[in-house]
């Protein structure tokens, strides 16, 4: 009996990896006039995509305090989040992406798929929680992998994963920042972890999960909740002034 | 016109084989049921003469993102699934106690079986490691490590309840530190347990509670760690 349900994890696994070499993607290094155009283009634009988490039939956690009038599902305040942080870095002058602009469903291909036919720079995946405090953000284990002609599409991320520890850093200063030139900003505690995600792992582009919990006090206490406009709003400027740090890091085009 | 012998012939083949199909679904659905009931069975409560061991138990804490090792004395069975469940009971307890930094809801057994099995020697595309990394550091501990895996090498199948799942807390961060500190508790109880795969109910599922990726081998190296990584 142990060996018939070994059997079939085994069979199981081998079927991934046929998908997963099937899925693979095709990195060409000769690249025709026309690609080239577009690539020049792409270059001078600077491309954010947006993920808003779940949707449609994946409501994703219930937030908010239990019966509280603001109760809500992640899917309408990942939405909600991607909306406004679009508006902040539209007029930063970024070009953005969203991977949904409505509460529709979308799997986590058809989101990688946005994120490498847009050629972005950066792409920011949005959560959010009511376990933890803070902000979580999180970058794929993938380990780092050399460009190579032929990718698997489940690991593509791990050419980038250098560069998105990079972002995740950045992110990272921006909210434990206490704001330059005299202006008081309040700190956001934040946590940097790794793990696999699949959405993100298939990204040839830099990307993190950031995902926004409520504020808690010393005895972890709410102090704000994630349906808080302001506190939302406060994430989301350290959102936009860490993208534009990224983007001059990169070489402002 | 095709000979009334040969029409009969190829009926009663025709049944044969349908019912041939329904009688191997049932055996394999017996089997599998018969195998999640013999593991659950294995009791977790030690036998009065059982004498206190030292158990090793990664507690996660959800305001730094890590795990931090602390010791207690557990009575346990000889055998060791049965061992291995209860350690992780164990563990998962700890998280409903009102001190808890990884707050859980209260539940009875949230293991339902544990089941160790020798690593299959090729699903290493499969595999991955993960880790986190220190509080607002960039934790570089990730990382696969492709090891080839060695005779004594185990697998821990670990079934959660599904009232466990529905019932844990949703989110990108209490999920993969409940998945880690599973992972990490494990490997430093048994050392053989390298790698680790989860059920829910008895059933592969996609994620924990929407989040946390179930459809991964995780690699408990990895996973112990990044307890006490440095970038
Ligand atoms: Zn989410």
Same mark, same amino acid.
């Given at each position: 009996?142990?060996?018939?349900?070994?059997?079939?994890?085994?069979?199981?696994?081998?079927?991934?990896?046929?998908?997963?070499?099937?899925?693979?993607?095709?990195?060409?290094?000769?690249?025709?006039?026309?690609?080239?155009?577009?690539?020049?283009?792409?270059?001078? $634009?600077?491309?954010?995509?947006?993920?808003?988490?779940?949707?449609?039939?994946?409501?994703?956690?219930?937030?908010?305090?239990?019966?509280?009038?603001?109760?809500?599902?992640?899917?309408?305040?990942?939405?909600?989040?991607?909306?406004?942080?679009?508006?902040?870095?539209?007029?930063?002058?970024?070009?953005?992406?969203?991977? $949904?602009?409505?509460?529709?469903?979308?799997?986590?291909?058809?989101?990688?798929?946005?994120?490498?036919?847009?050629?972005?720079?950066? @792409?920011?995946?949005?959560?959010?929680?009511?376990?933890?405090?803070?902000?979580?953000?999180?970058?794929?284990?993938?380990?780092?992998?050399?460009?190579?002609?032929?990718?698997?599409?489940?690991?593509?991320?791990?050419? $980038?994963?250098?560069?998105?520890?990079?972002?995740?850093?950045?992110?990272?200063?921006?909210?434990?920042?206490?704001?330059?030139?005299?202006?008081?900003?309040?700190?956001?505690?934040?946590?940097?972890?790794?793990?696999?995600?699949?959405?993100?792992?298939?990204?040839? @582009?830099?990307?993190?999960?950031?995902?926004?919990?409520?504020?808690?006090?010393?005895?972890?206490?709410?102090?704000?909740?994630?349906?808080?406009?302001?506190?939302?709003?406060?994430?989301?400027?350290?959102?936009?002034?860490?993208?534009?740090?990224?983007?001059?890091?990169?070489?402002?085009? | 016109?095709?000979?009334?012998?040969?029409?009969?012939?190829?009926?009663?083949?025709?049944?044969?084989?349908?019912?041939?199909?329904?009688?191997?679904?049932?055996?394999?659905?017996?089997?599998?049921?018969?195998?999640?009931?013999?593991?659950?069975?294995?009791?977790?409560?030690?036998?009065?003469? /059982?004498?206190?061991?030292?158990?090793?138990?990664?507690?996660?804490?959800?305001?730094?993102?890590?795990?931090?090792?602390?010791?207690?004395?557990?009575?346990?069975?000889?055998?060791?699934?049965?061992?291995?469940? /209860?350690?992780?009971?164990?563990?998962?307890?700890?998280?409903?106690?009102?001190?808890?930094?990884?707050?859980?809801?209260?539940?009875?057994?949230?293991?339902?079986?544990?089941?160790?099995?020798?690593?299959?020697?090729?699903?290493?595309?499969?595999?991955?490691?993960?880790?986190?990394?220190?509080?607002?550091?960039?934790?570089?501990?990730?990382?696969?490590?492709?090891?080839?895996?060695?005779? /004594?090498?185990?697998?821990?199948?670990?079934?959660?309840?599904?009232?466990?799942?529905?019932?844990?807390?949703?989110?990108?961060?209490?999920?993969?530190?409940?998945?880690?500190?599973?992972?990490?508790?494990?490997?430093?109880?048994?050392?053989?347990?390298?790698?680790?795969?989860?059920?829910?109910?008895?059933?592969?599922?996609?994620?924990?509670?929407?989040?946390?990726?179930?459809?991964?081998?995780?690699?408990?190296?990895?996973?112990?760690?990044?307890?006490?990584?440095?970038?």
């Amino acid at each position: 009996m142990r060996n018939g349900w070994r059997r079939r994890t085994a069979s199981g696994a081998r079927a991934g990896v046929g998908i997963a070499l099937l899925a693979a993607v095709f990195l060409g290094q000769s690249a025709s006039a026309a690609v080239q155009a577009d690539a020049e283009a792409a270059a001078k $634009r600077f491309v954010v995509v947006l993920d808003a988490a779940h949707g449609g039939s994946d409501p994703g956690a219930t937030l908010g305090a239990v019966g509280d009038e603001a109760e809500t599902l992640e899917k309408n305040v990942t939405l909600s989040m991607s909306q406004r942080l679009r508006a902040l870095l539209v007029a930063r002058g970024f070009t953005v992406i969203e991977t $949904r602009e409505s509460d529709v469903a979308l799997d986590e291909d058809a989101r990688a798929t946005v994120v490498n036919q847009a050629q972005a720079q950066a @792409c920011i995946v949005l959560h959010a929680s009511e376990a933890g405090s803070g902000v979580h953000l999180f970058v794929s284990s993938l380990p780092p992998m050399q460009p190579q002609a032929m990718v698997p599409w489940k690991t593509a991320q791990a050419l $980038r994963v250098e560069s998105s520890l990079k972002l995740g850093n950045t992110l990272n200063s921006a909210f434990t920042s206490t704001g330059r030139d005299g202006e008081s900003i309040e700190p956001i505690p934040v946590t940097l972890g790794r793990t696999t995600l699949p959405g993100i792992d298939s990204m040839i @582009c830099p990307a993190v999960a950031v995902e926004i919990a409520p504020l808690r006090d010393k005895e972890g206490k709410v102090v704000s909740e994630v349906t808080d406009a302001d506190y939302q709003a406060h994430v989301l400027n350290a959102l936009a002034a860490a993208l534009l740090v990224w983007r001059s890091e990169a070489g402002e085009p | 016109m095709t000979p009334r012998y040969q029409k009969i012939l190829f009926v009663v083949l025709f049944v044969a084989s349908v019912t041939m199909t329904a009688v191997l679904v049932r055996l394999r659905e017996r089997a599998h049921d018969r195998l999640l009931a013999g593991a659950m069975e294995a009791g977790t409560t030690a036998p009065a003469v /059982a004498p206190l061991e030292q158990v090793t138990l990664m507690v996660a804490d959800d305001a730094t993102s890590t795990l931090a090792p602390e010791t207690i004395a557990l009575p346990l069975p000889e055998e060791p699934q049965a061992r291995a469940r /209860a350690v992780l009971n164990r563990l998962l307890s700890q998280y409903s106690g009102a001190q808890s930094l990884h707050p859980l809801p209260t539940m009875a057994e949230p293991v339902e079986s544990v089941f160790l099995m020798p690593v299959p020697q090729a699903n290493g595309d499969a595999r991955r490691a993960v880790a986190t990394g220190d509080s607002g550091r960039a934790g570089a501990a990730g990382g696969a490590i492709l090891s080839v895996p060695k005779n /004594a090498d185990r697998i821990a199948i670990v079934n959660l309840a599904d009232q466990f799942a529905a019932s844990h807390p949703s989110g990108l961060e209490t999920e993969t530190l409940t998945v880690l500190s599973i992972c990490a508790t494990l490997h430093a109880n048994l050392p053989e347990v390298t790698e680790v795969r989860f059920l829910v109910g008895g059933q592969e599922r996609a994620t924990l509670h929407g989040h946390a990726d179930l459809t991964q081998t995780y690699l408990t190296a990895a996973s112990a760690a990044a307890s006490g990584a440095q970038p």
